[in-house]
């Protein structure tokens, strides 16, 4: 059991590693179709704020990602299954140069194999039981949705930037309305990294001193049991000292969780995507006030140096959103593995770490196929159109990541694409390729899931359920 454990862990690992150079041309097509930087500098610049995510984002995607399952259905061969077909279909997918979703091949992949576990194990009719309804659906309705939100948020975004260059008052206004609320927000409900740490060390010296107290009082129960001559009389000291060693045990991991966080709140603060998301809204809106003071060689200079901070921006997101799905996949395996002793509630330390490293040094060996299929294809991509891609896309993951959706950001920034290419005209857009692209995400789920279910068919025969 040990050795399949660790055995998933390691192939989860190389999927998330697979998933960053599979998607690596998302965050840096724009910025190598526009020249801003060569392919070694972006895919550096990209992998550098994929693991940057680390230090903002929490883990609700990722436990989003392992309730995909009913628990009765997990088991670690399951999982095994699924994380081969999911590495499979992106290595696939990936020689092709199709743009496929890496996060529902990996929701196929667990799906598919906990179909065909239950199938097995069980009736027929119990199959699609295996796989939780509300989330799945969920899911699956944000393959449409993210790239739609992405294509009109990028569509606002690239209006906004071209109203901007008028000497009209309301492009302006509007600006500094969402400089204004911005600011407001970041005053009212963000923690500075002072009152973060000032809270934690409440937090910890509350619990230190429920321990102490509960230590005490269970001593003075054992002395009562032992003084105690009828079974009756020690009964109920004996649940006190149960329910004392449970709090003990609770208090103990609230203390064991606060004290890493000690680093990044030190750093970064408590609540950093709702910082960073009115950053970049900020960022934007300084950006358009002076857009009417340039002409345009002066504008263009201006968008290739924006497209650095909004492609940095769509790589946070993209290594947030993405690492979490592997997390949840190697918490859901721990899980199964021992039940009594791991949670969602309670991440293991080193996962999180693991997993941004892997999917950091995988987009660090790139993805030249996609970036040609993602840069010039769709729709030819200017610096202008660029920023509003990358900016649009970065919203679109801080949101659905906020919502702990696991989204994909291949959909993400196809759809922004789109966008801009549709303020243009929309003959402007390649509908061809991207209907080519549409049907190859429909398909990523089904597809992977079949594939998973076989795969589980083959594990099964050599002893593994």
Not at 247 to 264: D, G, N, V, Y
Not at 416 to 433: D, E, F, H, P, Q
Request: proline share 3%.
């Amino acid at each position: 059991m040990l050795s399949l454990l660790i055995t998933i862990i390691v192939l989860a690992l190389i999927f998330d590693y697979i998933n960053g150079f599979h998607d690596a041309a998302n965050a840096i097509a724009t910025v190598v179709s526009t020249k801003v930087l060569t392919p070694f500098q972006a895919v550096l610049w990209a992998a550098f704020f994929n693991f940057a995510a680390y230090f903002i984002f929490d883990h609700g995607v990722a436990n989003t990602i392992a309730k995909t399952v009913k628990s009765e259905f997990i088991t670690l061969a399951v999982i095994l299954a699924g994380l081969i077909a999911a590495i499979s279909w992106n290595l696939i997918t990936w020689w092709f140069g199709i743009p496929s979703s890496s996060s529902h091949t990996l929701i196929g992949g667990f799906g598919g194999a906990a179909i065909a576990h239950a199938l097995l194990s069980t009736d027929a009719a119990v199959g699609l039981g295996a796989i939780d309804g509300p989330t799945i659906i969920k899911i699956i309705s944000f393959i449409f949705l993210a790239p739609l939100v992405g294509m009109l948020v990028a569509f606002i975004i690239s209006l906004w930037f071209l109203h901007s260059f008028k000497k009209g008052l309301m492009p302006k206004f509007i600006s500094l309305a969402i400089i204004v609320t911005s600011i407001y927000c970041l005053s009212s409900f963000i923690e500075t990294p002072a009152q973060a740490v000032a809270k934690s060390t409440v937090k910890i010296e509350k619990a230190e001193k429920e321990i102490t107290a509960l230590q005490l009082s269970t001593t003075d129960d054992v002395k009562q049991i032992a003084d105690a001559d009828l079974k009756a009389k020690a009964e109920p000291h004996f649940k006190t000292l149960k329910d004392a060693k449970k709090k003990i045990k609770e208090a103990e991991t609230t203390i064991a969780s606060k004290k890493p966080q000690f680093l990044k709140v030190l750093l970064f603060g408590n609540n950093m995507k709702w910082s960073l998301l009115f950053f970049i809204l900020i960022s934007m809106s300084l950006f358009t006030l002076f857009l009417s003071a340039l002409n345009y060689a002066q504008s263009e200079r201006w968008f290739k140096r924006m497209q650095l901070v909004s492609s940095a921006a769509f790589s946070i997101g993209h290594g947030g959103n993405d690492s979490q799905k592997v997390m949840g996949i190697i918490m859901a395996a721990y899980i199964a593995y021992d039940p009594t002793v791991y949670s969602l509630d309670h991440m293991v330390e080193w996962v999180p770490l693991a997993c941004y490293a892997a999917i950091a040094l995988g987009t660090m060996s790139g993805g030249w196929k996609i970036i040609k299929t993602m840069g010039t294809k769709i729709t030819k991509v200017t610096p202008f159109e660029g920023v509003a891609a990358e900016t649009a896309g970065a919203l679109t993951l801080f949101i659905t990541e906020m919502l702990k959706i696991p989204v994909s950001t291949t959909h993400t920034i196809t759809g922004s694409i789109i966008g801009v290419g549709a303020t243009k005209r929309l003959s402007a857009v390649r509908w061809g390729v991207t209907i080519n692209l549409l049907w190859a995400w429909i398909l990523t789920i089904p597809v992977s899931a079949i594939f998973a279910g076989i795969v589980y068919l083959i594990v099964s025969l050599f002893g593994l359920k």
